[in-house]
């Protein structure tokens, strides 16, 4: 990736959600997470989370709504040139990362929890004749 497409992509980054949060409702945390160009720079999607879920299609449907008004957003406070055709999507991978560490979070602590009743051979309890 170039370092123009790397500029290009911060900028949306930052307009994206300078946007999300001066034109939403505030009902929910809309957070811009990536943008990805493709087609040399012709077309950019901004993916972003929202908190809470149960909120991700109105504020999907919101943002898809906006395009052109984003579009708009963009040439007046930035220096890019040519403006990329712009859409958003919901941030699947990082809603899958957050799952993730949710799991592993969970995991780390029932182990944690188990490793407090460590048993021998005899079923005594080890932790607790120690202390």
């Not at 299609?57 to 708009?72: D, G, I, V, Y």
């Not at 958003?88 to 957050?98: A, C, S, T, V, Y």
């Not at 799952?99 to 080890?126: F, M, P, T, W």
């Amino acid at each position: 990736m170039s370092i123009r497409d790397e500029r290009i992509k911060e900028t949306l980054r930052d307009l994206g959600a300078r946007f999300l949060m001066q034109d939403g409702n505030g009902s929910s945390l809309l957070t811009v997470t990536s943008v990805v160009l493709r087609g040399n720079g012709k077309y950019a999607t901004i993916f972003f989370t929202v908190f809470p879920e149960k909120l991700e299609k109105t504020a999907l449907e919101f943002a898809k709504r906006k395009r052109s008004e984003f579009k708009q957003f963009v040439k007046d406070n930035s220096r890019l040139g040519i403006i990329p055709q712009l859409d958003f999507e919901i941030d699947l991978g990082e809603k899958n990362r957050q799952k993730i560490d949710e799991l592993l979070n969970q995991s780390e602590r029932e182990q944690g929890h188990a490793s407090e009743n460590v048993l021998d051979e005899n079923g005594k309890n080890v932790e607790s004749e120690e202390k």
